[in-house]
């Protein structure tokens, strides 16, 4: 079976991850998700990340904060798709963390997001669009997604408008 296979760093992360959690149950796709650190366990993660594509895993989605090499380690691990949430914290923010996203050497990608809330909901809807490329259903519940979401603009612009 295909699923998505959400990485936090530390259980701090689980408060902002579980936006990919839930984005992912409204649209009834697979996943699992657990805690490995790329510091403090870095076997766990290498050994979780080769188990998890054995087993069907087809998306990686790693959200850590400060140093976040996360998701670079799981990238140095699998020849699948890995994005990148940097977690907001420590002295910088979470800058430190985008910049460790973001800053991957060639041939090792990892697609980022933005940083918190937004970007764990976008590598969810990210990891999908990546899913849907082979299956027909998720395209068309996220084409449907896109459709909801244009027709609540024109809600929302319908109880403020005012032309001349």
């Known amino acids: 079976m295909k699923f998505i296979s959400i990485v936090m760093g530390s259980k701090s992360d689980h408060e902002v ?23 403090r366990s870095p076997k766990r993660t290498h050994d979780y990340v080769k188990d998890a594509e054995l087993r069907g895993a087809n998306v990686f989605i790693a959200g850590a904060g400060m140093a976040a090499h996360l998701a670079g380690a799981i990238a140095a691990n699998t020849t699948k798709p890995v994005i ?14 985008l910049l460790s996203t973001v800053q991957m050497p060639a041939g ?17 809807y990210l990891a999908m669009q ?17 459709v909801l979401k244009a027709k ?10 005012k032309f001349l």
């Open 17 to 39: 991850m579980k936006e990919c959690v839930n984005i992912l149950e409204k649209f009834y796709v697979p996943y699992e998700i657990i805690i490995s650190s790329a510091h």
């Open 84 to 97: 990148g949430v940097p977690l907001r914290g420590g002295a910088l923010d979470g800058l430190d963390a």
């Open 108 to 124: 090792m990608p990892v697609a980022t997001v933005a940083m918190g809330k937004a970007g764990a909901i976008n590598a969810a």
């Open 130 to 146: 990546i899913l849907a490329l082979e299956d027909e259903d998720l395209r068309a519940k996220l084409q449907e997604d896109r």
């Open 152 to 161: 609540k603009v024109e809600i929302d612009s319908k109880e403020i408008e």
